[in-house]
């Protein structure tokens, strides 16, 4: 059996109206559970790669009942630790057309929230892993949960495992104290593939690609060269830079692709028009599930590892909930360039 993958963070009772109605018209919310590197774990389960899922649970039936999801989907829980007081939740408003999607927070003192340095032991969840995934989401949490994830981070660059980060830049978040590049840059020291959407570098690091403008959908690939280049300069342990290309043109209808920055060339993967979204949370976990597949499975081909990456998160957009529930043969198709979408019979 191949050793394991690891994921930390948070995972929250995720509350939608059903469709598209608004906040202000629903009198009833579609409940699933959904976070960020949940979402990664639950990814690689179905594409067949091992996975743990680390995080605090309250010790309660929400906690139970979150508990009992993520299991579903084959993800292992035994590391998760139980403790704190409540769930984190998070409410989603889908927007349409030219409406934009509305988040509201409602995560504050939850039981990951209050997690502290010695809570997990992370020598013993390391023992059988191979690689490490967090995103930038953990440490905004609050500091506890920045202080574990510099345990975390640590450890496993002394074990040897290969860590990737996904920036994740969330300004609602960061509300403890330091500054986000503060604590960021001393995480990122430890991480070997840097993860990140098109405005993320920029966020946390004031690193902008020059003449882009994400919410016209000028996203032009070649100039994120510059973005992974300095990236790349201010931390030297980084091996491969990634980022996510999505060009907002509604709601509805975005483009997607990406690049994979290795320190000499830089790969552009193929351009999708998602023109009818379902449901583009988890777009970007779906990417990086993509991506640490493809550099397990496809490590001697960067760009065969860029495809796989850009398709399976553009499936993730044909997904309800957070969760990209698409299989391998599904994504190498799309990779492959069958786009149709006719019926498979």
């Known amino acids: 059996m191949s050793k394991k993958i690891i994921t930390f963070g948070e995972i929250m009772l995720r509350l939608s109206p059903p469709g598209f109605i608004?906040?202000?018209?629903?009198?009833?919310?579609?409940?699933?559970?959904?976070?960020?590197?949940?979402n990664v774990a639950i990814a690689l389960s179905n594409f067949g790669v091992p996975v743990d899922f680390v995080t605090r649970l309250p010790e309660?039936?929400?906690?139970?009942?979150?508990?009992n999801f993520v299991r579903q989907f084959g993800v292992g829980t035994n590391n998760i630790v139980r403790g704190g007081d409540r769930l984190g939740i998070y409410f989603l408003e889908t927007g349409a057309m030219q409406r934009s999607s509305k988040v509201i927070y409602d995560r504050s003192n939850s039981a990951i929230a209050a997690i502290q340095?010695?809570?997990?032991?992370?020598e013993s969840v390391f023992a059988d892993a191979q690689w490490f995934h967090w995103t930038g989401i953990t440490p905004a949490i609050s500091e506890g949960a920045a202080a574990v994830c510099l345990e975390a981070v640590k450890k496993a660059k002394e074990i040897g495992l290969t860590v990737s980060c996904d920036l994740n830049y969330r300004s609602k978040l960061w509300k403890w104290g330091k500054k986000p590049e503060v604590v960021m840059s001393e995480l990122v020291k430890y991480v070997d593939i840097a993860i990140g959407n098109e405005e993320d570098a920029d966020k946390v690091f004031g690193i902008k690609a020059p003449g882009v403008d994400a919410m016209t959908g000028k996203v032009e690939s070649k100039r994120y060269r510059l973005v992974a280049e300095k990236l790349m300069e201010k931390f030297s342990n980084l091996q491969n830079v990634a980022i996510t290309l999505r060009g907002s043109i509604s709601a509805s209808h975005n483009s997607w692709s990406g690049v994979l920055f290795d320190g000499k060339i830089l790969r552009t993967g193929p351009i999708h028009q998602v023109t009818?979204?379902?449901d583009r949370v988890g777009g970007g976990d779906a990417f990086a599930a993509g991506?640490?597949?493809?550099?397990?499975?496809?490590?001697?081909?960067?760009?065969?590892?860029?495809?796989?990456a850009v398709a399976a998160s553009c499936l993730k957009h044909t997904i309800k909930g957070d969760f990209n529930l698409v299989t391998v043969a599904e994504v190498?198709?799309?990779?492959?360039?069958?786009?149709?979408?006719?019926?498979?019979?």
Not at 22 to 38: C, D, L, M, V, W
Not at 60 to 67: E, F
Not at 117 to 122: A, K, S, T, V
Not at 332 to 345: F, N
């Open 332 to 345: 190498e198709k799309l990779a492959g360039g069958i786009v149709s979408g006719r019926v498979v019979r």
């Open 117 to 122: 340095p010695g809570m997990i032991n992370w």
């Open 291 to 308: 991506l640490i597949y493809g550099f397990l499975n496809f490590g001697d081909d960067p760009q065969k590892i860029l495809n796989f």
């Open 60 to 67: 309660n039936d929400l906690g139970n009942a979150c508990l």
């Open 22 to 38: 608004r906040f202000n018209q629903t009198r009833s919310f579609e409940a699933i559970y959904g976070g960020a590197e949940a």
């Open 276 to 278: 009818h979204i379902v």
